[in-house]
């Protein structure tokens, strides 16, 4: 009798329990145990349904990451993943990916790859072919193409030639130099004298024109899929695929291929993507924040919230935004100076459902 009772209460308790618990939790949802999962930044939507068709026929988080983000390298998302988008200041379009597996926490990654226009795959044969973790330029096309990806591609596109050349006959304005000359039309460069300040009397962020901030970056020119996975068997991974910065300095490598900053995983807690000005967020591995956040028992909107924070003290203009999904299943945004959506898919849901993040 007693033992009844109490398993009575017990089952009653756990019930108000986790009720109160999902209605603290806002628009988050609460999935516990019930996987798989998909989260992806921005509204790409057929990338996330790529990866869930993946993960429910049985494929590894990796796996289903890797089709996930192919999905938009070949959609061309946003024109700013895989072929045909953002191109640099020579007009030319680049990719970097990366594919983390936060099992084993192997991570392989190219960056600033030239002719291949599959990224994740690239990054994946990267993991799983070598013992390095990134490979760049026409050394990681060149690798890629022999471990039997195709290539060499062109990877622009008529829109990405106009684009260019509209940014070309506009004085390459805006671009990403700064306390060079020519100040307001295109190179070559040459750095200007900066003045010598003496100590106490330094102001930042005028003369020498230091702070920088995010103001020719949007949604336009800069964003990345970003894409966490669990799968079946509870594991977590994460994959990344952009162009990086449109108009971008040569050879410049931004948040993307980074692990811990535009993505990062760990099975025992969860994982974090992120998008926005990478050449800011890699200063800070906003994603290696949130999951170790999340390891010290913080949940994951207040996760997302803290690492945005701890940039925009330094860089009140930043433009980012972050997602977290804890091992449970259990996700929030945070984001700073534009509107954020991300994508999820579980077993809850008929299709993906999108959720909108404010500032
Ligand atoms: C690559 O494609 C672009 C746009 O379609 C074109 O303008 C350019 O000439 C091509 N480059 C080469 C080397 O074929």
């Known amino acids: 009798m007693d033992l009844l009772i109490n398993q009575n209460l017990f089952i009653i308790i756990t019930i108000l329990l986790s009720s109160s618990f999902s209605m603290g939790l806002g628009n988050e949802i609460q999935n516990l145990g019930q996987y798989p999962l998909v989260v992806s930044t921005w509204p790409f939507v057929e990338a996330v349904r790529a990866a869930w068709r993946a993960v429910d026929n049985g494929l590894s988080a990796v796996d289903s990451v890797v089709e996930g983000c192919s999905a938009c390298e070949e959609l061309r998302c946003d024109g700013t993943?895989?072929?045909?988008?953002?191109?640099?200041?020579?007009?030319?379009t680049t990719i970097d990916a990366l594919v983390m597996d936060g099992t084993t926490m192997e991570v392989g990654a190219v960056a600033a790859m030239r002719y291949v226009k599959d990224g994740i795959r690239a990054a994946r044969l990267v993991m799983q072919h070598t013992q390095h973790t990134l490979i760049v330029g026409e050394k990681a096309s060149n690798f890629v193409i022999s471990m039997g990806l195709p290539g060499p591609t062109n990877l622009s596109s008529p829109e990405s030639t106009a684009k260019w050349v509209?940014?070309?006959?506009?004085?390459?304005?805006?671009?990403?130099?700064?306390?060079?000359?020519?100040?307001?039309?295109?190179?070559?460069?040459?750095?200007?004298?900066?003045?010598?300040?003496?100590?106490?009397?330094?102001?930042?962020?005028?003369?020498?024109?230091?702070?920088?901030?995010?103001?020719?970056?949007?949604?336009?020119?800069?964003?990345?899929?970003?894409?966490?996975?669990?799968?079946?068997?509870?594991?977590?991974?994460?994959g990344t695929s952009t162009n990086g910065a449109t108009f971008k300095i040569p050879g410049r490598v931004g948040d993307?291929?980074?692990?811990?900053?535009?993505?990062y995983a760990d099975t025992e807690v969860g994982a974090c993507g992120a998008t926005g000005d990478g050449d800011i967020m890699m200063r800070f591995l906003p994603c290696y924040q949130v999951v170790e956040s999340m390891r010290l028992g913080m949940e994951p909107k207040?996760?997302?919230?803290?690492?945005?924070?701890?940039?925009?003290?330094?860089?009140?203009?930043?433009?980012?935004?972050?997602?977290?999904v804890d091992k449970n299943g259990v996700h929030a945004g945070a984001c700073h100076g534009w509107i954020f959506q991300y994508s999820v898919r579980s077993p809850v849901m008929e299709d993906v459902q999108v959720f909108t993040v404010l500032p």
């Not at 702070?211 to 964003?223: C, F």
């Not at 003290?313 to 980012?320: E, H, L, S, T, W």
Request: hydrophobic fraction near 35%; charge should be neutral.
């Open 166 to 238: 509209k940014w070309k006959d506009n004085g390459c304005q805006p671009n990403f130099w700064k306390n060079v000359l020519p100040a307001n039309s295109c190179g070559p460069y040459h750095p200007r004298k900066l003045p010598s300040f003496v100590e106490g009397t330094c102001s930042r962020g005028s003369v020498g024109g230091i702070p920088s901030t995010s103001s020719h970056i949007d949604l336009q020119n800069h964003d990345t899929i970003s894409m966490a996975v669990i799968d079946h068997m509870g594991h977590i991974a994460v």
């Open 256 to 263: 993307g291929p980074i692990a811990g900053s535009s993505a």
């Open 81 to 92: 993943v895989g072929p045909g988008g953002s191109p640099d200041e020579n007009g030319e």
């Open 302 to 324: 207040l996760a997302a919230e803290d690492a945005i924070m701890r940039i925009t003290r330094k860089y009140p203009n930043f433009v980012g935004a972050i997602f977290a």
